[in-house]
Each structure stands twice: as structure tokens, then as C-alpha cells.
């Protein structure tokens, strides 16, 4: 199992940036893949990026591409969405989440470990 605790969340002007910190706790770190999710006020939880347990082939949601960029540092146990030219549409609590082991990490509903949830609020 793993356990996912978010932060560097807050507000923010449009235009701005932040980036996202999960810190993982576990002793295999390597084995998950991850994925940063969003759900604003009224609206379904949506897959924002996520990423392989090699860190290639990551995936960005139409609505973030070119804009965010996530990450990780194997060797810190941490995960990073890097977000730029934020807009208010982005304001949303953010989980940072992982599958099952070993499973298609493009497949949201193979997520089993989830964090509590940071709070990004982008001003007009």
C-alpha cells in the first residue's frame, strides 16, 4: 500500500503558477505509477496528468496540455504537478492518486490510493 499527502496549494492570479508536491509513502516506490486529479465545486472528478512508473509516455488532460507538467523523483519519493498559465477554470481541490500496481495507469478506474486533497484557487 501507499499512503499520499498533497501540498503547494493556494491562490493564485491568473497568468500565475504553482507547483504541486505529493510526497509517497512507501518502500516501492519504483513499482507505482501516478496521476494528478481535480474536482471543482458541482463537477465530476476529472484525470488532470499521470505519469508511468518509468516517467515516460505521460498523459495530460485537452484542457491542461501544454500548460502543466508533471513528474517524479524516484529517489525522493515524490511526485510534482508544475502548473503554468493557470486560469480561473483551474481552481479545483487536487488529489494526487495511484493505481493498483502493475495496471494500466491511463485507466482511472484502476486508482486505488488516493490523497486527502490541496485546494487551488486561480483569481480573475
Known amino acids: 500500500q501507499v499512503q499520499l499527502v498533497e501540498s503547494g496549494g493556494g491562490l493564485v492570479q491568473t497568468g500565475g503558477s504553482l507547483r504541486l508536491s505529493c510526497v509517497a509513502s512507501?518502500?516501492?516506490?519504483?513499482?507505482?505509477?501516478f496521476g494528478w486529479f481535480r474536482q471543482a465545486p458541482g463537477k465530476e472528478r476529472e484525470a488532470v496528468a499521470a505519469i508511468s512508473r518509468s516517467g515516460d509516455r505521460p498523459y495530460y488532460s485537452n484542457s491542461v496540455k501544454g500548460r502543466f507538467t508533471i513528474s517524479r523523483d524516484n529517489a525522493e519519493n515524490m511526485v510534482y504537478l508544475q502548473m503554468d498559465s493557470l486560469k480561473p477554470e483551474d481552481t479545483a481541490v487536487y488529489y494526487c492518486a495511484a493505481p493498483v500496481p502493475y495496471t494500466d495507469y491511463r485507466v482511472w478506474s484502476n486508482y486505488e490510493y488516493w490523497g486527502s486533497g490541496t485546494q487551488v484557487t486561480v483569481s480573475s
Open positions: 512507501t518502500r516501492a516506490f519504483s513499482s507505482y505509477a
